[in-house]
């Protein structure tokens, strides 16, 4: 049975400054989700260098928080990495990987991705791993082949642990376009990949599995309602305090 709760994760990007995270987060507290927004687990995802910020500011509220990518590495001679074990130190409970800017802009490949979902659960954080086809490979009937792909490279490196993750699928197209998925191509894409996460392990099918790209208050709703859509990746409208509270409260 998978947890009825959806999670609802915001993903700064390389957006803010100290003064205005600190806005954002007071806006996210005043918004009081754990009561206004029951059926939400909601974390934030800053850049690393405001880490220890919104840990100090998020303390004891019912929003957690993460990293946008991690470390293969524990530690070492790994100029400008962050590992898991700095990023837990900060108190974080989630580590995404394998967003499609890391792999288009700094060319991470899929067992790369992989093995940064794997760093991550060793070092005691979720990672949440993302998936998704560009236009171009949609275009070419491929969604299924490249997100598939994606996903296999993650299922053979976990094994057991693959129950531990979760997943986004974030089509590239509706990434920061204002093009969001339809429900139903969504919903499409959620279902396979709900299909081969169980064909590899039958209780992995109980994965989270979010969407992002374009979600707004006034699609999410619709998104959420889909069988196999367990919550959202939420970029643009996670850094006003208003749009991603309604969006939290849409689930
Ligand atoms: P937008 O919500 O801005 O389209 O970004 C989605 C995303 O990439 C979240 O990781």
Known sequence: MRAMKKLVVGNWKMHGSRASNAELIKGLLAADLAATAPKADVAVCPPFVFLADVAEALKGS????????V???????????????????FGA????VGHSERRSYHLESDQLVADKAKAALAHGLTPIVCVGETL???EAGQTEAVVARQMKAV???????????VVAYEPVWAIGTGKTASPEQAQAVHAF??????AALPEAAKVPL?????????????????????????GGAALK???????????
């Not at 409970?93 to 995404?96: E, P, R, S, T």
């Not at 299922?155 to 993750?165: K, P, R």
Request: hydrophobic share 50%; aromatic share 6%; charged share 20%.
């Open 136 to 138: 171009a490979e949609r």
């Open 241 to 251: 305090a208003a749009d991603f509270a309604a969006i939290a409260r849409a689930a």
């Open 210 to 234: 979010l969407y992002g790209g374009s979600v707004k208050p006034d699609n999410a709703a619709e998104l959420f309602a889909q069988a196999d859509i367990d919550g959202g990746l939420i």
């Open 155 to 165: 299922i053979d490196t976990l094994g057991a642990q693959l129950v531990q993750v």
């Open 71 to 89: 470390s293969v590495q524990a530690q070492g001679a790994y100029t400008g990495e962050v590992s898991g074990p700095m990023v837990r130190e």
């Open 93 to 96: 409970k989630y580590a995404i």
């Open 193 to 198: 990949l709900r299909a081969q996460l169980k």
């Open 62 to 69: 019912a929003i957690a928080w993460g990293s946008q990518d």
